[in-house]
């Protein structure tokens, strides 16, 4: 079973930085592509950012565009999003996911089978 799991979430100060990172079980990372999505209560998921298999192509919400940063270690099959000038409106749970058709660049979360269960991020103003 493929399992994946956030961590790094917590309470910031609005302009601070956070780090995220998404460990995956996933034996071959080169079988997937790893997105980054958040939810806040009573909105639908949204797409956040998104890495290909081989980390040679990242797509971002136009939200957090030059602000978050995706990247991956392949060897170790890890992701992470570092975000920063983090701002209120960055508050939501989390969550990464794995997009197991390499050769698509996914922004739907129905192009994601695989879901971490979410991580926590509070930016206070």
């Known amino acids: 079973q493929v399992q994946l799991e956030e961590s790094g979430g917590g309470l910031v100060q609005a302009g601070g930085s956070l780090r995220l990172s998404c460990a995956a079980s996933?034996?071959?990372?080169?079988?997937?592509?790893m997105g980054w999505f958040r939810q806040v209560p009573g909105k639908e998921r949204e797409f956040v950012a998104v890495i290909n298999w081989n980390g040679g192509i990242t797509q971002y919400a136009d939200s957090v565009k030059d602000r978050f940063t995706i990247g991956r270690d392949i060897p170790k099959n890890t992701g992470y999003l570092q975000m920063g000038d983090l701002k209120p409106e960055d508050t939501a749970v989390y969550y990464c996911?794995?997009?197991?058709?390499?050769?698509?660049?996914?922004?739907?979360?129905?192009?994601?089978?695989?879901w971490g269960q979410g991580t926590q991020v509070t930016v206070s103003s």
């Open positions: 996933l034996r071959n990372a080169r079988t997937y592509n």
């Open positions: 996911a794995a997009d197991i058709h390499p050769w698509r660049v996914g922004t739907a979360t129905s192009d994601y089978a695989y």
